[in-house]
């Protein structure tokens, strides 16, 4: 028995074509980014549900240390959705990497000085004068599950991209 396949060449380029290194990479890469987005419109969601609490002052400082502060300072909370961010998108060994997180700022608070990094981690662990609120992990664990469906939904993309091209030709 015989077969005959039409357009079987056609359907190679195709396959060559999704097989293109150059073209996985920069689909991969925009697949990274667009999870990268919903990771970070999740996490700033939970940054600005932070509690602020502004209650201390030198003159209540005794009551202050006897109670924990439930959130952060106003002007700690404003500088934490400014610092926070996303990173270029790398390459390191195949492995096609985004992070989001906190840049290295620092806020300027009268004589001290506190850097970005440390008000997210304090922030994130708890201090003797500050409850724990863990937000960047609750954020990242809810967006978990959308941001792979918004990578699937781009790659998915850029395969029919690629496909609906070479059928053009």
Do not use: H
């Amino acid at each position: 028995m015989k077969f005959r396949f039409k357009g079987l060449d056609k359907y190679l380029q195709k396959l060559e074509n999704i097989s293109n290194l150059a073209t996985v990479e920069a689909s991969v890469k925009k697949a990274v980014e667009d999870g990268s987005r919903v990771v970070d419109e999740y996490t700033v969601r939970e940054i600005e549900k932070i509690p602020t609490d502004d209650s201390y002052s030198n003159r209540n400082r005794i009551d202050t240390l006897r109670r924990k502060r439930n959130g952060l300072r106003t002007v700690q909370k404003n500088f934490l959705l400014k610092e926070f961010g996303t990173s270029p998108v790398e390459n390191k060994r195949w492995f096609i990497n985004d992070k989001t997180g906190v840049a290295k700022g620092t806020l300027s608070l009268g004589s001290s000085y506190l850097p970005a990094v440390v008000l997210a981690r304090r922030l994130e662990r708890g201090t003797s004068y500050m409850d724990k609120n863990p937000v960047f992990s609750r954020a990242s664990r809810k967006a978990r599950n959308p941001c792979l469906k918004e990578i699937e939904r781009s790659l998915n993309e850029s395969i029919e991209s690629v496909w609906n091209y070479n059928r053009l030709k």
